[in-house]
């Protein structure tokens, strides 16, 4: 079995994939108490024809989002507010030249940007961030993407390109306003990743890619993407948290696309996904690409200052893969897990609520043989601290095959430690 939760505990829903337009797809995933699934306009505008069904991506799905933009308002829109300059006493004496003043119009200083400002991250990171339109059999919509060579190498989700399916068609807008034609290198549905080529481009710039494992809490990113289909729209914040533990569904062989995110109160909204999430060096830290949302009556949700990304760090070896044609691996132990007092009956108490709990335990693999068994409770891996299934399943994805971890588990209520080289799932992995 993969290793993935057997009873996926409730958590944010992908919002990065635009609804469709047209019926609603059946059985809308379950979200967790008080939540309802956001779905992110960066993602697709999609138009679902009827009777189809979408495939099924719980969890916070970044999304491709093409939708109307509504014009126009109450306020400010069509009236004007009355002015009158009132002299000391308080009394109108707009007739009075000796004290009536006027508005300046002066020239504004073309200042250069500060170091580490937004204005000059945007500068550096516009023209490497472009709009994605895809259309196919099951709808269109649209995201973002993040170039990554002069010749039109672009990275963005999954989610994002794979409404074009089979004979579907993907377009490419450029900061400087020309547009391509592309077509899919690959993808990765497990980190919702994907790689694609625009057609006949030349002496694009590609993005700078930093590294995400030096970020720290609190600190300063800025968002780069086509939040429903406004592209180069920048927003800024402030990174909340690190290696949060992120479901977005699975794929067809009911693996679990999750991944350690990046947690963000820059606004992202649907469309952003596949976009740049930059540090104020103008880095490429992270592909923003979910959201979690609360509920919206019109059906799309937007930015609750929860905005999630995938870090550069543990998907650059994917996109290598995927740049070159081959088949993405990732790293597994071999087991099944659930959460901790998952199982009907359980005895549940607050020191026993943290850990990733064995279901199942492939034959001949690494936890096979490192002795792991059904029942025993990883708690950590390395110096991660396992707290569920998706956490264990987040860490493991940001390691590659063949590395050697430590893992801490509890068997029979002692503690023990093993250390093991994870195996690869390059027989099973499908892109």
């Known amino acids: ?42 993602q697709m ?35 004007a507010a009355a002015w009158s300059a009132l002299d000391d006493s308080g009394s109108s004496s707009a007739g009075s030249p000796d004290t009536r003043t006027t508005s300046q119009v002066v020239d504004t200083p073309d200042s250069e940007a500060p170091a580490g400002s937004v204005e000059q991250v945007a500068a550096k990171v516009l023209p490497s961030v472009v709009k994605i339109d895809v259309s196919g059999a099951q709808g269109a919509g649209s995201g973002s993407g993040i170039i990554l060579s002069s010749d039109g190498e672009i990275l963005t989700n999954n989610h994002v390109v794979e409404l074009a399916g089979d004979g579907g068609t993907i377009g490419v807008s450029f900061n400087d306003g020309s547009t391509a034609k592309a077509e899919v290198l690959g993808t990765d549905p497990l980190t919702d990743t994907a790689v694609i080529k625009a057609q006949d481009v030349s002496g694009l710039t590609p993005a700078t890619i930093g590294k995400s494992g030096d970020l720290k809490v ?41 991944y350690p995110a990046i947690q963000t109160d820059a606004a992202i909204n649907p469309g952003n996904s596949g976009g740049a999430l930059a540090d104020l060096d103008g880095n490429v830290v992270g592909i923003n690409s979910s959201i979690r949302t609360a509920s919206s009556s019109q059906g799309e949700a937007g930015s609750i200052g929860l905005g999630f990304a995938i870090p550069m760090d543990e998907v650059m070896p994917i996109v290598e893969q995927m740049r070159n ?47 792991l068994a059904k029942g025993d409770i990883i708690t950590k891996v390395d110096d991660h601290l396992i707290t569920g299934a998706d956490s264990l399943v987040a860490t493991i994805r940001s390691y590659r095959p063949g590395d050697k971890v430590t893992v801490t588990y509890e068997h029979g209520g002692d503690t023990k430690t093993v250390t093991l080289e994870l195996d690869s799932d390059a027989s099973t992995s499908n892109s």
Do not use: K
């Open 45 to 79: 505008t999609g138009q679902m024809t009827p009777g189809q069904r979408r495939p099924r991506r719980t969890g916070l799905a970044a999304a491709v989002v093409a939708t109307a933009l509504v014009a126009g308002g109450a306020a400010g829109v069509g009236g």
């Open 218 to 258: 609190g600190e300063s990113v800025v968002a780069i993407g086509s939040p429903f289909g406004l592209d180069s729209t920048v927003t800024s914040g402030i990174v909340s948290a690190l290696d949060r533990p992120v479901d977005v569904g699975s794929d067809g062989q009911g693996n679990s696309t999750t």
């Open 1 to 42: 079995m993969n290793d993935q939760p057997t009873t996926p505990p409730p958590g944010p829903q992908n919002p990065f994939f635009a609804a469709p337009q047209g019926p609603p797809p059946e059985g809308p995933p379950a979200s967790a108490p008080g939540q309802t699934p956001g779905h992110i306009t960066g």
């Open 325 to 371: 044609g081959d088949t993405p691996t990732h790293a597994r132990l071999g087991i099944s897990v659930s959460d901790v007092g998952a199982r009907p009956g359980a005895q549940v108490t607050p020191e026993s609520t943290q850990g990733a709990e064995i279901q199942d335990v492939n034959n001949g693999s690494t936890a096979d043989d490192a002795g």
